[in-house]
């Protein structure tokens, strides 16, 4: 699994190159510093992860990790993975390091990239956004050398990470927020799973302790139609022709209300926009909670079926 092959150190955050040894049956192990990682001679063959900063902004070099299949002989589809965090927390590395889904879209013969991006409130809002757009760009603009298909792009993230990817859903043909490098490619991606990510940030029925936390990062109350908060929410910009959606929610989270996934669908489907909901009976917040229906394994196993039938070559 990935959880097994990263390994996070309170000093400085490690990639472990894990590949078979000759003779052996066995697997070799070789670690060094992530922010060092060289991806140029990394490839083609990765044998695991290469890490590359995918943009500077605001004077931040901001890391991108990658996994693939070793020895693939064609392009492959790409997942953008965005952690969550309430958009002031987290890494890509701990992100990898818990994502048995990542793992599962190895497997199945996808690039995962994950990705670090500015954290608030040292990073005003909109500069999330901001990077997780470029890190698309980067993804179609390096294409060839990371021997990904620049037409088979999609995109995960859970709870900000959700709100974070819902957005790039729903404003793949906006130019808002594509800037800095790269900026003649499109940043639009062609498939979307949000988990349990915020999607109308005016809505007024936040926990108190979710309120708090979208106050601080977008200066405004979320009981408003305050228009920070308007801008920021993936179902102000819903229009036919945004890409399938798969949107997953725990019934019982206490952070994100279940309703902020069931109108996101609803509205999608209402403009014509494949959208799936899955509903995790007594899931809270994360999922992972014992007794939900279905389980993370089989949810992960959704998300990768649905990758694989809206990414097919």
């Not at 693939?72 to 952690?83: K, N, Y």
């Not at 959208?275 to 993370?296: F, I, M, N, Q, W």
Request: hydrophobic share 40%.
């Amino acid at each position: 699994m990935l959880a097994a092959t990263l390994a996070i150190s309170t000093m400085t955050s490690w990639v472990l190159l894990v590949g078979a040894t000759p003779g052996t049956g066995g697997a070799s192990v070789t670690q060094r510093p992530a922010e060092t990682a060289d991806p140029a001679a990394d490839g083609p063959d990765w044998q695991g992860a290469r890490t590359a900063d995918y943009c500077v902004e605001g004077g931040q070099s901001l890391a991108m990790t990658l996994f693939a299949p070793s020895a693939a002989t064609h392009p492959l589809p790409a997942i953008l993975e965005v952690h969550g965090g309430g958009w002031e927390k987290g890494s890509r590395l701990l992100d990898l390091s818990q994502s048995g889904t990542a793992d599962d879209l190895v497997r199945a013969g996808f690039v995962v990239a994950s990705i670090d991006y500015r954290l608030a409130p040292e990073n005003p809002w909109p500069d999330q956004i901001i990077d997780v757009k470029c890190a698309v760009r980067y993804l179609r603009s390096h294409a060839a050398s990371l021997g990904i298909d620049a037409d088979r792009i999609g995109a995960m993230g859970s709870s900000a990470g959700g709100q974070l990817v819902g957005l790039l859903g729903t404003t793949g043909t906006s130019p808002q927020w594509d800037v800095g490098p790269y900026v003649d490619v499109s940043s639009r991606v062609a498939a979307v799973v949000d988990e349990f990510g915020p999607s109308d940030l005016t809505a007024t029925d936040w926990p108190s302790y979710t309120a708090g936390i979208i106050r601080q990062v977008f200066g405004a109350a979320p009981d408003t139609a305050d228009p920070v908060l308007t801008t920021a929410s993936p179902l102000t910009h819903a229009s036919a022709g945004d890409p399938p959606f798969l949107i997953v929610q725990g019934t019982a989270d206490q952070v994100v209300p279940v309703s902020q996934s069931e109108h996101f669908a609803d509205r999608l489907r209402s403009l014509g926009v494949p959208a799936e909901l899955v509903l995790v009976d007594r899931g809270r917040h994360g999922l992972g909670t014992p007794g939900e229906v279905p389980s993370t394994t089989t949810v992960s196993s959704m998300i990768t079926a649905f990758f694989e039938r809206e990414l097919a070559g």
